[in-house]
């Protein structure tokens, strides 16, 4: 490339860059740890950089403890607003403000072959080529839950289309009443079967 091409080719990264960064303020999160990084790329003593990178994981883990505690403990406590660190969510994400009961629910589905039912793994059902599996929407086997006719003739064909092996299909709710003090009291209910060309609900 010639060395006249380099410096507006540059110059227009820059300006790229800076645009960015103007634009979508999510960008601005990641310009805090340039500073950062090339102060720690640029320390040779390695007594100093473990000292450093300590402060710089403690600080973070402060930052995320208070965010963590801040709604349901700092504000309901002292009667007031804290401030929120902006772009910042704890390990987690806000799961970690989630209620989570002692009840839990699911959605199984169950191929048969020659009368045989087979477990199908909901991973196995939704990875493609491409992505693999979506595990931010890990939970999207309950859209398939209500009694839907059309959203359940779909899945069927899904299903018929990515598992040809299987005769026929159950779609199956889970619930366990009480992981507490029922650990292992499980209830499960057949809500419909399908193959390529009908669906039954069940009652």
Not at 77 to 102: E, H, Q, S
Not at 135 to 158: E, T
Request: a positive charge.
């Amino acid at each position: 490339m010639s060395t006249k091409l380099i410096l507006p080719i540059n110059v227009l990264c820059q300006l790229a860059g800076l645009f960015v960064f103007i634009t979508y303020p999510d960008f601005r999160l990641f310009a805090v740890f340039i500073p950062l990084s090339v102060a720690f790329n640029s320390i040779r003593s390695t007594r100093v950089r473990n000292t450093y990178i300590s402060l710089f994981v403690i600080v973070w883990m402060l930052l995320f403890q208070y965010e963590s505690i801040r709604t349901f403990y700092l504000n309901q406590n002292f009667k007031k607003d804290f401030p929120k660190t902006r772009f910042l969510f704890p390990p987690a994400g806000w799961i970690m403000f989630y209620n989570v009961g002692n009840s839990a629910g699911y959605i199984e589905v169950f191929g048969f072959k020659d009368g045989v039912p087979q477990f199908i793994d909901p991973h196995d059902i939704f990875e493609t080529r491409t992505i693999g599996y979506d595990n931010i929407h890990r939970g999207i086997l309950g859209a398939v839950s209500d009694r839907n006719p059309q959203k359940a003739m779909q899945f069927c064909r899904f299903l018929n289309y990515k598992f040809p092996y299987f005769d026929k299909f159950y779609v199956a709710a889970s619930y366990h009443p009480d992981l507490v003090k029922e650990r292992f009291e499980r209830r499960q209910r057949i809500l419909y079967q399908c193959d390529e060309n009908q669906i039954k609900f069940m009652k």
